[in-house]
Structure formats: structure tokens, C-alpha cells
Nanobody, 116 residues
Framework: QVQLVESGGGLVQPGGSLRLSCAAS????????MRWYRQAPGKQREWVAD???????NYADSVKGRFTISRDNAKNAVYLQMSSLKPEDTAVYYCHAYIDSLHNYWGQGTQVTVST
């Protein structure tokens, strides 16, 4: 059974940091491109960052220089280190695993709230 379980969300003040984790199981993690998406209230889900099985990262312009995606293939985990957080980063953050068009999976999401 495929599972993606996110953790690490919470409430943080503007300028603060959080580290999200996503624990994967039930599929060949090292074959997957791992992605983080987010969805703010009333908005469409948007791509945040991804990392290939080889470790090459890509970022949305809105988070470039502030967020860092990483993965540990030995632990079947992907991480999103978020720094210099802004109120507009408030959203539910989702972990996504992409192997091919027939095999891609979503986590349940973790809430990140940036507020005073």
C-alpha cells in the first residue's frame, strides 16, 4: 500500500523557518521524482519544488532562495526546508511522488500558517 505522510507543519511568525518531512512507503522511492505542492485557501494547488532521483532540485520563483528541497533515498524521505517565511506562504503543503503517468501519489497534506 502506497503511503506518503507529511509532517512538520505548524504556526510560525513571518521570517521564521519550518522543515517539512514526507515519509514514503509502498513504492520504489529511488525511482520517483519527489515534489512539494501547496494550496492556499481559495486558490489552486501550485507546484513549489521538486527533486529528481539523482538529487537535482527545481523551485518555483516564489520560493527560490528561501526553500530547499532534499531527499534521503536510504530513508525513503523527502524534505522541504523553508526559511524567511512570509504570510503568503500560508497553505496546506502536499508531498507528491511521480514515477510515470499511471503511478503518481499524493500525501494528505500538512498545514503551514505564517502569521503574527
Amino acid at each position: 500500500q502506497v503511503q506518503l505522510v507529511e509532517s512538520g507543519g505548524g504556526l510560525v511568525q513571518p521570517g521564521g523557518s519550518l522543515r517539512l518531512s514526507c515519509a514514503a512507503s509502498g513504492f520504489t522511492f529511488s525511482w520517483s521524482v519527489m515534489r512539494w505542492y501547496r494550496q492556499a485557501p481559495g486558490k489552486q494547488r501550485e507546484w513549489v519544488a521538486d527533486i529528481s532521483f539523482g538529487g537535482n532540485p527545481n523551485y518555483a520563483d516564489s520560493v527560490k532562495g528561501r526553500f530547499t528541497i532534499s531527499r534521503d533515498n536510504a530513508k525513503n524521505a523527502v524534505y522541504l526546508q523553508m526559511s524567511s517565511l512570509k504570510p503568503e506562504d500560508t497553505a496546506v503543503y502536499y508531498c507528491h511522488a511521480y514515477i510515470d503517468s499511471l503511478h503518481n501519489y499524493w500525501g494528505q497534506g500538512t498545514q503551514v500558517t505564517v502569521s503574527t
